[in-house]
Nanobody, 115 residues
Framework: QVQLVESGGGLVQPGGSLRLSCAASGIIFSRYAINWYRQSPGKQRELVAGIASGGFTNYADFVKGRFTISRDNAKNTVYLQMSSLKPEDTAVYYC?????????WGQGTQVTVSS
């Protein structure tokens, strides 16, 4: 059974930091690209950051310089380090795992940036 579990979300003040984790099971983790998406009510789900199986990363313009994606294949886990958080970063953050034609999604973790 394939499972992706996000954790690390919560309430943080503007300018603060959070680290999200995405732990995977049921897949050969090192083969998969892992992506973080986010979605706010009434908005489309948008790509935040991604990391390829070989370690190459990409970021949406609105988070570049503030967020860092990394992976630890030994732990089957991908991280999203978020700094300088803004209220507009408030969303449910989802991870997905992608390998060839296979896509899997986690259930998401809520991030709220507010004073």
């Amino acid at each position: 059974q394939v499972q992706l579990v996000e954790s690390g979300g919560g309430l943080v003040q503007p300018g603060g930091s959070l680290r999200l984790s995405c732990a995977a099971s049921g897949i050969i983790f090192s083969r998969y690209a892992i992506n973080w998406y986010r979605q706010s009510p009434g908005k489309q789900r948008e790509l935040v950051a991604g990391i390829a199986s070989g370690g190459f990363t990409n970021y949406a313009d609105f988070v570049k310089g503030r967020f860092t994606i990394s992976r630890d294949n030994a732990k089957n886990t991908v991280y999203l380090q978020m700094s300088s958080l803004k209220p507009e970063d408030t969303a449910v953050y989802y991870c997905n795992a992608h390998f060839r034609t296979d896509y899997y999604w986690g259930q998401g973790t809520q991030v709220t940036v507010s004073s």
